[in-house]
């Protein structure tokens, strides 16, 4: 998950950080290509950063307006990640040092945003191209959409910052259309969960792991939580008397 620790950037991030930072990717001027297509949006990187979102009160965003955020993202942050990098090279620093500094807010974001913008295009990519039909396409457009807009929505921030958002109510129609994509889906979660059929330590859901067991799986989650079999730490408190309609008496009522 999205994170600004350093500690938390991975190796396959930190790697793909250090590439996407470095020239003919930004600041190099010749054409950018890659295999998969992951990288190509950078060629017109100027121009992305030029739009920013365009959002209508009442209306809903799809999957395409996700992609749009997530372009915008990876060019600003690549651009900002190279700018930072940059500034702590030219202070003096190593490289490794220089990396290391530039890690928060920089590089772990852009690395991470270009995982989720890469995913998510390939998502939209089905959804626009498979030859789906009726309900199937539907749910499936959904799914595409929730996961777009929940993984934009922890990027608000960086989406502000950058000039892409520039109306309070840039955000709200962002939840909002994010809250719809949830009440649509609701009642095909049992449905997509057997289709998909995946792992119980992915699904993290005790009522629903695949040996048929809720109660004894609801039970054992309940007795197994960390400190579910110990005392609160308030516990002597509500051991003594207090007076009725004193503060302490106020406390405990409240605690209980």
């Known amino acids: 998950g999205e994170g600004p620790l350093p500690h938390r950037s991975s190796p396959y991030r930190r790697g793909k950080a250090h590439y996407l930072t470095a020239p003919p990717h930004i600041g190099g ?22 739009g920013s979102f365009i959002g209508v009160e009442g209306s809903v965003l799809t999957h395409r307006d996700a992609v749009g955020m997530f372009e915008w993202l990876q060019c600003y942050l690549c651009t900002e990640s190279f700018m930072k990098l940059q500034t702590e090279l030219s202070s003096g620093k ?6 290391e500094d530039s890690q928060v807010y920089h590089c772990h974001t852009l690395a991470q945003v270009y995982i989720e913008c890469f995913v998510l295009k390939k998502f939209a990519k ?20 929730l996961y777009g ?5 922890r990027h608000v921030s960086t989406l502000y ?27 095909e979660v049992v449905t997509l969960v057997d289709a ?12 629903g792991l695949s040996d048929g067991e809720p109660y004894k799986n609801l039970f054992q989650s309940m007795v197994t939580h960390p400190k579910s079999m ?5 516990w002597e408190e509500v051991t ?17």
């Open 29 to 50: 001027g010749r054409p950018i290509t890659s295999p998969l297509g992951s990288l190509d949006i950078l060629d017109h990187c100027e121009d992305v950063l030029k």
């Open 94 to 99: 190593d490289g490794f040092i220089a990396r």
């Open 126 to 145: 089905l959804v626009d191209n498979a030859p789906l039909e009726g309900n199937l396409k539907a749910i499936t457009d959904k799914l595409c959409t």
């Open 149 to 153: 807009l929940s993984r934009a929505e």
């Open 161 to 187: 910052q950058g000039g892409y958002f520039t109306q309070p109510g840039d955000v709200r129609l962002l939840r909002t259309s994010l809250l719809h994509c949830i009440h649509l889906l609701k009642d």
């Open 196 to 207: 998909l059929a995946p792992p119980d330590n992915i699904l993290k859901a005790p009522i």
């Open 230 to 234: 110990e005392r609160p730490y308030w």
């Open 240 to 256: 003594v008397n207090p007076s009725l309609g004193s503060r302490h008496d106020r406390i405990v009522k409240a605690k209980l």
